[in-house]
Nanobody, 125 residues
Framework: QVQLVESGGGLVQAGGSLRLSCTAS????????MGWFRQAPGKEREFVAA????????YYADSVKGRFTISRDNAKNTVYLQMNTLKPEDTAVYYC??????????????????WGQGTQVTVSS
């Protein structure tokens, strides 16, 4: 059974940083491109960032470009999201997921259906 577990969320002031982690069981992450997504209260889940199989290339939503960095450690079966210069509008539950393709730009449906519980990030102003 595939399980993705996100961690590292919390409450932080605007301008602060957090590092999220995503570990997997029942799934070898090195065989998938990986992505981070987020869902704010009352909004649809949205794409945040993605990385290819070995972390050599990445791409981001415009709203986080230059502030967030996705990375992966395949030896640890873990994907990370470093979030800097956080803003109140970054408040959301953050999820990781495996992707069915890596095309350099996100397309709806790229994500597989391995959603975990997510980790809450709250940024206060």
């Amino acid at each position: 059974q595939v399980q993705l577990v996100e961690s590292g969320g919390g409450l932080v002031q605007a301008g602060g940083s957090l590092r999220l982690s995503c570990t997997a069981s029942g799934l070898t992450l090195s065989t998938y491109p990986m992505g981070w997504f987020r869902q704010a209260p009352g909004k649809e889940r949205e794409f945040v960032a993605a990385t290819n199989y070995n972390g050599g290339t990445t791409y981001y939503a415009d709203s986080v470009k230059g502030r967030f960095t996705i990375s992966r450690d395949n030896a640890k079966n873990t994907v990370y999201l470093q979030m800097n210069t956080l803003k109140p509008e970054d408040t959301a539950v953050y999820y990781c997921n495996a992707l069915r393709r890596y095309g350099g730009r996100y397309r709806i449906g790229d994500e597989l259906n391995y959603w975990g519980q997510g980790t809450q990030v709250t940024v206060s102003s």
